[in-house]
């Protein structure tokens, strides 16, 4: 049973940092990309950042790149997202996904960046 449990979030002041955790469990961990995506209020879901099973190859939106970095562990079988320069429009829900035969994705962990 595959599952994916997000942790990291929070309250941060405009220009801080936090880096997002992603444990998963109940695939080859190492076999497939990870993703991370973001929802905000009254907002459609945003792919953010994602990476090859093997972490060689990585891709972020434009509204991150130069700021987020995604890495992982495949010792670990997490997946993590180091969030740097956060500003406002970075608040949202942050959830981690991989398709294997079907999409997953954990409960998500709230980013909140205010002053």
């Known amino acids: 049973q595959v599952q994916l449990v997000e942790s990291g979030g929070g309250l941060v002041q405009p220009g801080g940092s936090l880096r997002l955790s992603c444990a998963a469990s109940?695939?080859?961990?190492?076999?497939?990309?990870m993703r991370w995506y973001r929802q905000a209020p009254g907002k459609e879901r945003e792919l953010v950042a994602s990476?090859?099973?093997?972490?060689?190859?990585?891709n972020y939106a434009d509204s991150v790149k130069g700021r987020f970095t995604i890495s992982r562990d495949n010792g670990k079988n997490t997946v993590y997202l180091q969030m740097n320069s956060l500003k406002p429009e970075d608040t949202a829900e942050y959830y981690c996904?991989?398709?294997?035969?079907?999409?997953?994705w954990g409960q998500g962990t709230q980013v909140t960046v205010s002053s």
């Open positions: 996904s991989v398709f294997t035969r079907y999409y997953y």
């Open positions: 990476i090859t099973p093997t972490g060689g190859g990585t």
């Open positions: 109940g695939f080859t961990f190492s076999m497939y990309g």
